[in-house]
Structures are given as structure tokens and as C-alpha cells.
């Protein structure tokens, strides 16, 4: 099945900097991918959705880019700021026309440094 | 107002007893999910259900059962509870439509002991 691979696992960046998660995942037929964010305590908040025919989308300080040919996810946080401290994950969509769940990365978990 | 709530937020559960996990959306939601957190994991899925009265099992059921006895709630059932099952679980629900979209309550940490 649909495996996920996200690094790094732990990431530290000074205020103002760009943080920068990546994940590769082994299903080419994967059409959904997924950005979360855990703050301490919380639940995962949806940060952004892309669709498989999308290679680039920029929301709010936030850069996802999707390469197909190497299965290749990352999420970039230009002008990182220390609210941006917190879990991030990945996950992309899997399963069959019945059923489509979520795979999640592993996590990298941000800390933003004033 | 939060949409998907969890209950109890923390539980210390003694090994062999019994341990029911809560969930409550007010999303209207078909498709509800339960997931454990593990260190250095990602979530992975116990159990689902999209309709009432039936649930499904995920990628990782044993030694867990779930309850949907309404649309808005979706109970998590460890009748044994173990060492190993020490996690964060997260409940999630999503419309039927658009059921990758998943949005999540705040965790339950289980510590057995």
C-alpha cells in the first residue's frame, strides 16, 4: 500500500526565516495530498489541499509544491514566526473507489526561534 | 465552537481493564475515524464508519472495537486494554463528498499503566 515519507523530523529556524518539510510517497496514482498542523494539545488543523493537477499553490505564507515525476510533496513557511511552532504533517490520499483514506507522514516538528 | 469534541482529554487506564474513548461532531459528517498517535509517527487509522450502526476496520483494529450508534457520535472500545496501546487518539469526521477533507477533535491521551 501507499507508504509516506516526511523529513526532517525536527526542524529549527530563527524568526523570519523559511522553514521547509518534504515528503515523498510511492502510489503515482495518488490524487490528494494534504498539509496539517498540530499545536501542542490540539487536534490537526487543515492547513491546505492540493489536487494531483496542481505542481504549485501559495496561501498565506505558505508554498506547497507537488512534483508527480519524482512523488515528491513539500510545504514551504516563508517568514516563519514563532505561532508557526508546532507538528506538521503530511498525508495523501490511498485506498479504493469505495473507500479513500488518508497516509500520514511521520511529522516534523517546527520550532521557530525569535 | 469546536466541531469535533472528545471525551474524556486524558485517561490513565490499568492494564486488562476496560477503556471507552469518546467522540461528538456537530459537522453533520457521514464518515467518522479513529486514529492512534504514536512518537515519531504519523496517525494511522483503527477504525472508520460512514453510516450508523456500522463501523469498518482500518489498518491497525486488533485489540480495538468502535461503536457509531448515531451520525454524531463514534465511540473507541479497548475491552483489554494493554501496555502498547498507550497513544494519542484522535477522532475524525468528513462529509461523504469531499471524505479525504477530514477535520479532527483535540486527542484523547491514554496511558496504561
Known amino acids: 500500500g501507499e507508504q509516506v515519507e516526511q523529513r526532517p523530523p525536527h526542524l529549527s529556524v530563527r524568526e523570519g526565516d523559511s522553514a521547509f518539510i518534504i515528503c515523498t510517497y510511492t502510489?503515482?496514482?495518488?490524487?490528494?495530498f494534504y498539509w496539517y498542523k498540530q499545536e501542542p494539545g490540539a487536534g490537526l488543523q487543515l492547513l491546505m489541499s492540493v489536487f494531483s493537477n496542481v505542481d504549485r499553490k501559495e496561501e498565506q505564507g505558505l508554498t506547497v509544491l507537488l512534483n508527480k515525476k519524482d512523488k515528491r510533496l513539500s510545504l514551504n513557511l516563508t517568514a516563519a514566526h514563532p505561532g508557526d511552532s508546532a507538528v506538521y504533517f503530511c498525508a495523501v490520499s490511498a485506498g479504493s473507489s469505495s473507500f479513500s483514506k488518508l497516509v500520514f507522514g511521520q511529522g516534523t516538528s517546527l520550532s521557530v526561534v525569535p | 465552537e469546536a466541531a469535533v469534541t472528545q471525551s474524556p482529554r486524558s485517561k490513565v487506564a490499568v492494564t486488562g481493564g476496560k477503556v471507552t474513548l469518546s467522540c461528538h461532531q456537530t459537522?453533520?459528517?457521514?464518515?467518522m475515524y479513529w486514529y492512534r498517535q504514536d512518537t515519531g509517527h504519523g496517525l494511522r487509522l483503527i477504525h472508520y464508519s460512514y453510516v450508523a450502526d456500522s463501523t469498518e476496520k482500518g489498518d491497525i483494529p486488533d485489540g480495538y472495537k468502535a461503536s457509531r450508534p448515531s451520525q454524531e457520535n463514534f465511540s473507541l472500545i479497548l475491552e483489554l486494554a494493554s501496555l502498547s496501546q498507550t497513544a494519542v487518539y484522535f477522532c475524525a469526521s468528513s462529509d461523504a463528498a469531499s471524505q479525504d477533507t477530514q477535520y479532527f477533535g483535540p486527542g484523547t491521551r491514554l496511558l496504561v499503566l
Open positions: 459537522n453533520n459528517h457521514d464518515y
Open positions: 502510489d503515482s496514482a495518488t490524487a490528494y
